[in-house]
């Protein structure tokens, strides 16, 4: 059974930084694409940055682009995503996803199988 656990989320102030960890067991993590996803109060949850098995090829939403990076290493078995100048806007809970179905990068929910419980980033302003 696949286990993810996430960590590193926290109460920051606009413009701040922080970098989420998630940390895979259960299975060989370095096959698959690994994604965030966010879940705000009152809303979908919504796609954040995704990464293949290599860590070759990534993808971030368009709210996030060049602020978030999303990176992983298979030898710890942990994928993170760097948060840079984060806004109000980011406050959510933060959620790794794993998706061992397909070898190319998934951007629903739907797609992936196996979750984490999540991590609250709350960005005041």
């Known amino acids: 059974q696949v286990q993810l656990v996430e960590s590193g989320g926290g109460v920051v102030q606009a413009g701040d930084s922080l970098r989420l960890s998630c940390a895979a067991s259960?299975?060989?993590?370095?096959?698959?694409?690994m994604g965030w996803f966010r879940q705000a109060p009152g809303k979908e949850r919504e796609f954040v940055s995704a990464?293949?098995?290599?860590?070759?090829?990534?993808s971030h939403a368009n709210s996030v682009k060049g602020r978030f990076t999303i990176s992983r290493d298979n030898a710890k078995r942990t994928v993170y995503l760097q948060m840079n100048s984060l806004k109000p806007e980011d406050t959510a809970v933060y959620y790794c996803a794993m998706d061992t179905r397909t070898l190319s990068i998934a951007r629903r929910p739907h797609e992936y199988d196996y979750w984490g419980q999540g991590t609250q980033v709350t960005v005041s302003s």
């Open positions: 259960g299975r060989t993590f370095s096959n698959y694409v």
């Open positions: 990464i293949n098995w290599s860590g070759g090829s990534t």
